[in-house]
């Protein structure tokens, strides 16, 4: 069975700060890993997403992430938060390349002038 | 490419009511995936097709919810004898599985709000 946990259900930064959201994993095969952002009313964007080709990942906006084996994690990271950053970000983990999430309980980035 | 569109965007039923939504997904994406979402959680996976064939059943999927592909366009969801537990955002999503081994994106549609009163 896969799993993901994010920690911090809430994380606030000031505009210009880094942005860094936790996420770890757990899967019995080697995972396809994603970063997905949900806008208020909006459906589900895909950030960006772990092909196993690199272990850091760049995604659309300024956002990318990291995939580290040993510490089963995929922690996503910006260097510089944007006031249009805000958002909720969900990470989420797949046994194959093209089946089904699993979704940890999601991220609520405040980011503040 | 005008999207997953999913309809109708909200939906207030009472309890004991029957409903159905509606997912179409972009054309020519052969898998079309539900997902439901309840408040402060991730989406969890109810359902996907493969074409017009239902390839797998989430084990939250009770035998009170249904789900159709019919010709392998659009679906649709139906939930009887609507419980106030069922509240929660209904996902649709839409991928193209073609013979490469990439990994292919899953587009997600803007979700049904389903209200149980």
């Known amino acids: 069975a896969q799993s993901v946990t994010q920690l911090g259900s809430h994380v606030s930064v000031s505009e210009g700060a880094l942005v860094l959201l936790r996420c770890n994993y757990s899967s019995s095969v080697p995972p396809y890993l994603f970063w997905y952002v949900q806008y208020p009313n909006q459906g589900l964007q895909l950030l960006l997403k772990?092909?196993?080709?690199?272990?850091l990942v760049k995604g659309i906006n300024g956002f990318e992430a990291e995939f580290k084996k040993s510490e089963t994690s995929f922690h996503l990271t910006k260097p510089s938060a944007h006031m249009s950053d805000a958002a909720e970000y969900f990470c989420a983990v797949s046994e194959t390349s093209y089946g089904k999430l699993t979704f940890g309980q999601g991220t609520i980035l405040t980011v503040h002038p | 490419d005008t999207g997953v569109s999913q309809d109708p965007r909200h939906k207030i039923t009472k309890r004991g009511q029957n409903v159905t939504f509606r997912c179409d997904p972009i054309?020519?994406?052969?898998?079309l995936y539900w997902y439901r979402q309840t408040l402060g959680q991730g989406p969890e996976f109810l359902t996907y097709?493969?074409?017009?064939?239902?390839?797998?059943k989430s084990r939250l999927l009770s035998d009170r919810f249904s789900a159709e592909r019919p010709k392998g366009s659009f679906s649709t969801l139906e939930i009887q004898r609507t419980e106030q537990g069922d509240s929660a955002m209904y996902l649709c999503?839409?991928?193209?599985?073609?013979?490469?081994?990439?990994?292919?994106?899953?587009?997600f549609g803007p979700g049904t709000r389903l209200t149980v009163t």
């Open positions: 097709f493969q074409n017009e064939a239902q390839l797998e």
């Open positions: 772990y092909t196993s080709a690199a272990t």
């Open positions: 999503a839409s991928s193209l599985l073609g013979t490469s081994g990439d990994i292919y994106e899953q587009y």
């Open positions: 054309s020519e994406h052969n898998r």
